[in-house]
């Protein structure tokens, strides 16, 4: 929500939750008017007329949604903001069991039925080496690290 605020330069109250749960229940009862949300969490509620999808925070459709536009063809692609999950090592770990865990892991991810579980739950699996996850978090972390400092967000 904060990017959203910051990129489209809107003025909302940002109200975080304690867990998805809690977020679609306000959302359903009427006491938010706005929510980013999972895709497979709240699709049921999209497809029953209970919530309207408006966009996904992809730079392509889901396969899941897939009348849904993303927020690149609604010509806002720095509003992409995936959920994502990673496999990290301790620092000092040896190359070599470096390689070998991430060439098992990209196996592992790359076969169909790892796909289809994951697609199933609205992932889409990049199983990219070490070096491009590590770029790739780089640019995370300068991107939300510009939206906090934006918000105002604090340690409290």
Do not use: C
Not at 45 to 74: F, I, N, Q, W, Y
Not at 76 to 103: C, F, H, K, N
């Amino acid at each position: 929500m904060e990017l959203l605020k910051s990129e489209a330069k809107l003025y909302a109250v940002h109200i975080p939750y304690r867990g998805f749960p809690p977020a679609v229940t306000d959302m359903l009862a009427g006491n938010i008017h706005a929510m980013f949300a999972i895709i497979p969490g709240v699709l049921p509620h999209v497809k029953a007329g209970k919530m309207r999808a408006l966009a996904v925070t992809a730079l392509k459709r889901s396969a899941l949604a897939p009348d849904v536009p993303s927020v690149a063809e609604l010509g806002y692609p720095q509003l992409e903001s995936l959920a994502w999950i990673g496999l990290l090592a301790p620092a000092g770990t040896p190359p070599d069991v470096l390689a070998r865990l991430s060439g098992e892991t990209m196996r592992g991810m790359r076969s169909a039925e790892t796909r289809e579980l994951l697609g199933r739950q609205g992932f889409d699996v990049v199983a990219s080496t070490p070096a491009d996850f590590q770029r790739w978090i780089r640019a995370e972390s300068v991107k939300w690290a510009r939206v906090i400092r934006a918000s105002g967000a604090t340690l409290d």
